[in-house]
């Protein structure tokens, strides 16, 4: 329970997927500064033991800091919101949304907003009507340069950028490695930037928009976590007016998509100024090299009082007991 040293906060890291050991350490950075801020703070490892632990501890608040699909996928959140142990982040429902992207996408283009126009294809699909017919009629219907990623998933593992045809047979298997769907869509050049939106109970606000400048070009999965490989600009150098569309497209997206306390909208700004919405992050990385704390920074403001924040919000919603 809360005393007047904090709150009791369970903060998770690691798990099993492919994003382990960026979630440990983004796991790490956000007990710091939440210690740092006054709370006190348990890691822990989402493992067999963590729903027992839970339900006899009742911590004031849970802050999954998981990526992949332990984290975002909305199945943890699911029983923790059965235990009725508050937690940071979106609900279940929200977070199935955003981490299936070809969902996301359809949700967000409803709207009218710009999404790249793509194909999604099964696994399945190939094997039932051939991989050459599929691809024949992929490379036809979206013309220019492609991009292959698994339909789930994040820090870009199993993304390829594709700039000639030959290439998008291989592109297809990787992608295929991480997920069972994958999303082929024409690829948009201009200016990536990844916004974060934080509602720490007083409605979204949108963090000055992160611009990524990746040395090699493709701010790849070593791009990310690699110190030295990419030049991030917090705030990005885009003009003021591109700036005030982004952050705005950035809350329109997480209003839609109906998340909850911290997101990150990744968008590419092409030559005309049009942000153009590629996925959306219930969980974003939270690492030494992640967006999300770079546009803490920028906003003037500190992880630990954000994350502060964060906790505070999730500890005062209603808490709901599991039934007997």
Avoid: C
């Avoid at 109970?201 to 090699?216: F, K, Y």
């Avoid at 990310?224 to 150098?237: D, I, K, L, M, V």
Wanted: proline fraction near 6%; avoid cysteine; glycine fraction near 10%.
């Amino acid at each position: 329970m809360s005393d007047s040293h904090g709150l009791s906060v369970v903060v998770l890291a690691g798990g099993i997927s492919h994003e382990r050991d960026v979630s440990l350490r983004s796991g790490r950075r956000v007990a710091d500064a939440l210690a740092a801020a006054g709370h006190r703070v348990v890691l822990r490892d989402p493992d067999a033991g963590l729903l027992s632990f839970l339900a006899n501890e009742r911590p004031d608040v849970v802050f999954p800091a998981l990526h992949g699909s332990s984290g975002e996928d909305g199945s943890l959140i699911g029983l923790l919101t059965a235990l009725g142990v508050p937690t940071v982040g979106s609900s279940a429902s929200a977070a199935r949304r955003a981490w299936s992207k070809p969902i996301a996408s359809s949700l967000i283009s409803a709207t009218g907003a710009a999404v790249p126009d793509s194909i999604v294809l099964s696994h399945e699909s190939f094997r039932e009507l051939g991989a050459a017919g599929v691809l024949r009629v992929v490379r036809e219907s979206l013309a220019g340069e492609l991009v292959v990623k698994p339909a789930m998933g994040g820090s870009a593992q199993g993304v390829s950028i594709v700039t000639d045809p030959n290439d998008l047979p291989r592109a297809m298997v990787d992608a295929f490695t991480y997920a069972e769907v994958v999303v082929v869509e024409r690829r948009i050049v201009g200016t990536e930037i990844a916004v974060g939106v934080i509602d720490t109970g007083s409605g979204p606000v949108a963090l000055p928009p992160v611009e990524i400048d990746p040395t090699n070009g493709i701010y790849s999965f070593q791009a990310r976590y690699n110190a030295g490989e990419t030049t991030f600009y917090a705030p990005s150098r885009l003009d003021a007016a591109i700036i005030e569309m982004a952050s705005a497209a950035a809350v329109h997206a997480h209003v839609a998509l109906g998340l909850r306390d911290l997101s990150r909208i990744d968008f590419i700004v092409d030559a005309a100024g049009t942000p153009w919405f590629l996925e959306a992050n219930v969980m974003p990385g939270l690492t030494e090299t992640s967006l999300l704390p770079l546009a803490i920074d920028a906003s003037g403001s500190s992880a630990a009082e954000v994350y502060s924040g964060l906790v505070e919000a999730a500890a005062a919603r209603v808490k709901v007991p599991v039934s007997e």
